[in-house]
């Protein structure tokens, strides 16, 4: 209590006052200790920044290098002919693929002393290029007998060696000598590459077709699995988008005050953020092992990621309702509108932009999903062709995009990674064009009350 | 009659009901439209609702309970005889089913007569065969008794189909022909109209619930069954889990605390990447950064979490895990042996969950209110002091309430640790090593060649059930707290 | 506070604390404030008064450079305290707003106990050596707020608990622990009823025996209450300023008449 007991004279004179003040102009210091604190602070939340960030861009890269080598594919291409006589000849033999492979080798061999390249090589290491190519000749002549005596362009996939070799996948560092392929061989390839009949080409199979066996990873393709992901949207589309806005609207508009309600409430919220693995086992019990519907169908696979995306839905549904201004309802009802009139001619069509965008988000999470299609039977395996009809491609086994990954990730063999990487990119360009799509439709549609 | 011409067929009794009821209703008002108590389109949708909606919810209700019937039935004709050893009577029915449906198929490609399918006296052997050769997959060798209840089975469906077709129509025709008879000039069509409509709606928020529901009871039932083949006490106390799938799974030790403790390891790792970086990154996001800076990072770091995390799962895989053991493997440091490992899927998890602790910490940060920063910075302190000293600790609640929502999604994620984080269950303390989690084991129990019926299965559900109580917890607690923070300042 | 405008007319040539000239400042492209020239004595009480949008209280948060945390604000002319211009590139605002306080309009205690609240700003300046000091800074300025036999038995308890009066006087005395030469308050009574209120101008009548001290108000009577010296602004321009007394009796312009006798407002 140093002030009260102050005299009035004190007060007066002034003694009490604070010391006679520092200039400004001179930084104490305290004051520059400060500052350094304040400037590691801001370099602290750069940093996490930019950590987030280098993370992203190293996401990017590795997306990207390690998926783009899965839309090529390396071919053999040779032409040359076969007379009648030459062909009646092979079939005389007694291993006839041979006589075919020896064709082949033959027109190899032709190709290189046009090049005045000189590299050895032997049938064996042939084989070890591009497998056994005598089999594929014999059945296209046998086919296209026609073709015979005029030159035909042989066009025959690389084994899986090379074509890692190709894009990088194997080097002469890294690679080991094996009945695969041996070091030796690469100086083919190299000699091929140089001519022009070894060539690298857009890989057409990897986008239309479906998943090959263990043993085969080039002639895997994700096409059929884009097909279950596509159906499976279809349901989840058609059936959260109708029973998403009707919860919304009812809680939104409708709803009274009570317990009921409250508990719809709670279950919503604790709903969205209920792990993904957990609706597959809901799905798994329920839809499988309690309705019997069948295994690994996209209709199964779309009632469970329906289930998990509802809470998301509505939760952007309310907002966009919410966001229509109270006047809007007041205008309808004022011009004798029941309730329900008021909403679904003036409300709902003014929500309708935001609840779009907000659909085809919830859609874009429910294509990524993996978990719970894992459970309910969606592995990649079962997508070994496409369905044969509109309805049986709800019903039908199949895989989805993310499960076909994953299947494909899980396999022992390194050059499923590949197609893994390149499933990926397959799966985010759907994912980029749907958030494009919801961006494009908010911008768009969006309007400020 | 197939399913689907069914469901055409009501349709278009509900649209001829509609064009009649408006029709009617119409002409009960001598053409005279202002005579009418509603517009006319409610009078036909009044028809239409009531022909169409008992319809449907009868061959729902139909399509739910029918399976019971024919499978008790069924059930009933197999002896415990037929059940083989180490099978059980559900793995038996679904072999009933298999060939019921590998039957219907063979008849439908016509690959087998009709008459020869349900031929009683067809000697099992022969109908293999036949199946076989037309490309049915058949499992095992069917036996007598299963041969016989498949053909029991086909004609238990066919009857079933056929009495549900002819019931749902006449309910669809019933109440076409009762909104109908009441349709007049009076009646209140819209109100009845907006009554259904209304009761649609609340059957359709009630599907929340119906899922919260139906969760409960998938979980609560396979884990009931799971304790009746294994005790609790070793599920919840054990400390080792090895399953075995040979002989039903009788010497397997299935004790959760390893699985728990992976799971916790994990998160940590988690939450050690993403909580300071998120913080951090949204306390300049929403204090220092220029609205420029502020439009491209924000959407940028959101990219992360916009990204599934199957693709996450990929890059701890390949690209972290390789990393981290150039690092810290055999040619580095020497501690870690393989790729997947705690560290891996926790770094991973981390990177995902950096956005998700960085977007609602912003929103909390940025509910603080400006005067507060405006006190602060009218004493003379500095940005960072007036964040650490009054902006973090009024936001504090907030701030812990995203954080445990961020804990749940680490427990909850599967594919980063199913990928990422190896499959030995280890109770250990080295973040380089291999181990693994809740969900990991979930989706390897239930992808696995196990029978539903056996405990090494079965414990998938126990494991879920821990799952979905303890993230329903940390849910309840962190909107609880996060809701408790924004009333403060409202 | 009948004799006050003769103190004040005797060091009204004493040389001033904060003097202002050719300010200007911009919100963008909208310019707010327009070629104020004003000299604020001290230890002494001038108002800030004008309608609202007037641009007073922006005028008010140029002289401790609080308008810095505003993104696109602008300031032009020079705002000297003691002769130093305040927006000279060598001042650092954070020792600037330490001597040069600030009290605002709504209360707004940290949400932290009340000793802290007041310990805040001694903290992050360093003024006290060890607790025992600190404890004494509370207690004083608890005190030169006129706060202290209210709260001095529950300073554990956090400020957010108080009346809108206590806070705001809580918030007076978080100011003056800072030890500030000059404290501005941007309408401090504006959230409180007439009794609290009538609290807070007792103490600034009491705290003008030892700190130079600007109040933006939006209420004449308080102006005339507590002010020596009154400032009238209108359209971002400083139309008058003088004396107290004779701002309120004797207007030389127009539009200052026009506003205190209520034509608009």
Redesign the interface.
């Known amino acids: 209590m140093t002030d009260s007991t102050l005299t009035p004279e004190a007060n007066d004179t002034s003694a009490k006052a604070p010391a006679p003040s520092r200039s400004l102009y001179a930084l104490d210091d305290l004051t520059k200790k400060r500052n350094a604190a304040e400037k590691r602070f801001q370099a602290y939340g750069i940093a996490a920044i930019l950590i987030g960030l280098l993370f992203l861009v190293v996401l990017a890269y590795s997306i990207i290098s390690k998926g783009i080598p899965a839309f090529t594919r390396t071919v053999v291409q040779v032409e040359f002919t076969i007379t009648q006589e030459q062909f009646d000849a092979a079939e005389k033999e007694l291993f006839k693929t041979k006589a075919y492979e020896r064709f082949f080798i033959g027109a190899l061999q032709g190709q290189f002393e046009e090049s005045g390249l000189n590299v050895p090589f032997d049938a064996k290491a042939i084989e070890r290029i591009v497998g056994k190519t005598g089999g594929t000749i014999r059945e296209y002549f046998r086919a296209n007998p026609d073709k015979l005596g005029e030159p035909v362009a042989f066009e025959l996939a690389a084994s899986s060696r090379v074509d890692g070799y190709m894009n990088g996948r194997v080097t002469r560092e890294t690679m080991t000598d094996s009945r695969f392929l041996q070091a030796s061989d690469l100086d083919i390839v190299d000699a091929l590459v140089e001519t022009e009949v070894i060539k690298t080409v857009f890989n057409w199979n990897f986008i239309t077709g479906a998943d090959s066996g263990v043993d085969n990873p080039g002639g895997a393709g994700i096409g059929a699995s884009v097909i279950g992901s596509f159906f499976m949207m279809l349901v989840v589309l058609f059936l959260s988008l109708p029973i998403g806005v009707a919860a919304s609207i009812y809680l939104e508009e409708f709803a009274p005050q009570n317990r009921f309600t409250d508990l719809i409430e709670v279950n919503i919220s604790n709903l969205a953020a209920v792990p993904s693995i957990v609706f597959g086992i809901l799905g798994l019990a329920v839809f499988i092992q309690f309705m019997h519907l069948p295994q690994s169908a996209p209709l199964v696979g779309g009632l469970v990621l329906t289930l998990m995306t509802l809470p998301t839905i509505i939760i952007s549904t309310r907002a966009s309702l919410k966001a229509v201004p109270p006047s809007i309802r007041d205008a309808a009802l004022g011009v004798g509108a029941s309730k329900m009139q008021a909403t679904f001619h003036h409300v709902l069509p003014l929500a309708m932009p935001g609840i779009l965008t907000g659909t085809i988000i919830g859609l874009a999470q429910a294509l990524g999903e993996t978990a719970p299609l894992l459970l309910i039977g969606m592995v990649g395996f079962v997508a070994r062709g496409y369905p044969d009809g509109f309805i049986a491609g709800f019903t039908e086994p199949n895989s989805a995009m993310p499960a076909q990954i994953y299947t494909w990730a899980a396999r022992a063999d390194f050059a499923f990674y590949e197609k893994a990487w390149g499933g990926i990119i397959v799966l985010l360009v759907f994912l980029l064009s749907m958030n494009i799509l919801a961006i494009i439709l908010r911008r768009r549609f969006e309007r400020r009350w | 009659m197939s399913l689907f011409w069914l469901i055409l067929i009501v349709l278009a009794i509900a649209v001829t009901g509609y064009v009649l009821g408006r029709a009617r209703a119409l002409s009960s008002a001598g053409g005279e439209r202002s005579a009418l108590h509603s517009l006319p389109s409610y009078y036909g949708a009044n028809v239409a609702m009531k022909s169409a909606v008992p319809a449907f919810l009868l061959l729902i209700c139909w399509l739910l309970a029918q399976p019971f019937f024919i499978n008790s039935t069924i059930s009933d004709m197999i002896p415990d005889s037929a059940i083989a050893e180490g099978s059980s009577r559900g793995l038996v029915l679904a072999e009933v089913r298999r060939t019921a449906r590998g039957l219907d198929n063979a008849v439908a490609s016509g690959a087998i007569e009709d008459d020869f399918a349900s031929n009683a006296r067809a000697d099992f052997n022969d109908v293999t065969a036949r199946l076989k050769e037309a490309g049915q997959i058949v499992t095992s060798d069917i036996t007598q008794p299963v041969l016989r209840a498949a053909q029991q089975y086909r004609v238990l469906v066919a009857s079933g189909n056929f009495y549900m077709s002819i019931a749902v129509l006449l309910v669809a025709i019933a109440g076409a022909l009762w909104a109908l008879r009441e349709t007049n000039k009076d009646f209140r069509a819209r109100n009845t109209v907006e009554q259904g409509i209304k009761a649609i709606l609340i059957g359709a928020a009630s599907i929340a619930i119906l899922t919260t529901i139906g969760i409960v009871l998938s979980l609560v039932f396979n884990t009931a069954e799971f304790f009746r083949l294994y005790p609790a006490s070793d599920f919840f106390f054990g400390l080792t889990w090895s399953p075995s799938f040979s002989g039903r799974g009788g010497s397997s030790e299935l004790g959760i605390i390893p699985l728990l403790w992976g799971t916790f390891y994990i998160s940590v790792v988690a939450l050690a990447v993403a909580v300071p970086i998120g913080l951090f990154a949204a306390v300049y996001l929403s204090e220092y950064a220029s609205p420029k800076v502020r439009a491209v990072a924000k959407p940028l770091l959101e990219v992360l979490a916009g990204i599934p995390t199957i693709v996450y799962g990929l890059f701890a895989l390949l690209t972290v895990g390789p990393m981290l053991v150039s690092v810290f493997g055999d040619n580095g440091l020497g501690i870690m042996k393989a790729g997947t490992a705690v560290m891996t899927a926790g770094l991973v998890m981390g990177i995902m969950l950096i956005p998700f602790v960085s977007s609602l910490s912003d929103d909390i940060i940025n509910a603080v209110p400006q005067a507060m920063r405006d006190g602060s910075y009218g004493l003379g302190a500095t940005k960072s002091e007036t964040v650490k000293q009054v902006i973090l600790p009024a936001a504090l609640p907030g701030i812990v309430g995203a954080i445990l929502l961020a804990a749940s999604r680490a427990i909850g994620e599967t594919m980063i640790v199913v990928l990422g984080a190896g499959a030995a269950a280890r109770l250990s303390l080295n973040p380089f090593e291999a181990m693994t989690t809740v969900t990991a084991k979930i989706v390897s129990q239930l992808t696995g060649d196990a029978d539903f019926a056996s405990p090494v299965a079965l414990v998938a559900f126990a494991l879920g059930m821990t799952l979905f109580v303890v993230t329903l917890g940390l849910n309840i607690v962190a909107l609880y707290i996060v809701r408790k923070y924004r009333e403060q300042y409202d | 506070m009948n004799e006050m405008p003769n103190i004040e007319q005797a060091t009204a040539m004493t040389e001033s604390k904060i003097s202002a000239d050719k300010v200007q400042v911009y919100y963008g492209d909208n310019h707010a404030i327009k070629d104020v020239d004003i000299e604020i004595q001290p230890?002494s009480v001038t108002a800030f008064i004008g309608p609202s949008g007037c641009g007073k209280s922006t005028f008010l948060r140029t002289i401790?450079r609080?308008n810095d945390?505003i993104?696109f604000c602008r300031v032009e002319g020079s705002i000297r305290?003691?002769g130093?211009d305040?927006y000279?590139p060598?001042?650092?605002p954070?020792?600037?707003?330490?001597?040069v306080?600030?009290?605002?309009q709504?209360p707004?205690?940290?949400?932290?106990s009340i000793y802290d609240n007041i310990a805040?700003?001694p903290r992050?300046?360093?003024l006290a050596r060890n607790k025992s000091e600190l404890d004494d800074i509370v207690?004083?300025s608890l005190?030169?707020a006129g706060l202290?036999d209210e709260v001095k038995d529950r300073l554990d308890e956090p400020g957010t608990g108080m009346s809108g009066g206590q806070q705001q006087r809580l918030?007076i005395a978080?100011?003056i622990a800072?030890?500030?030469?000059v404290i501005l308050m941007d309408e401090p009574c504006s959230a409180l009823d007439p009794i609290a209120t009538a609290k807070v101008e007792e103490l600034i009548d009491e705290l003008r025996?030892?700190y130079t001290i600007v109040i933006v108000t939006h209420s004449m009577q308080q102006a005339a209450r507590v002010s020596q010296r009154t400032a009238f602004f209108h359209l971002g321009v400083l139309v008058e300023e003088g004396p107290t007394d004779n701002i309120f009796t004797n207007p030389k312009d127009k539009r200052t008449q026009d506003y205190i006798t209520g034509r608009f407002g």
């Open positions: 230890r401790n609080m945390t993104e305290i003691d130093e305040i000279d060598k001042v650092d954070v020792q600037l707003r330490a001597k306080g600030m009290v605002f709504k707004n205690p940290f949400p932290k805040y700003g992050i300046h360093g207690s004083s005190q030169k202290w918030c978080r100011a800072v030890s500030p030469e025996e030892n």
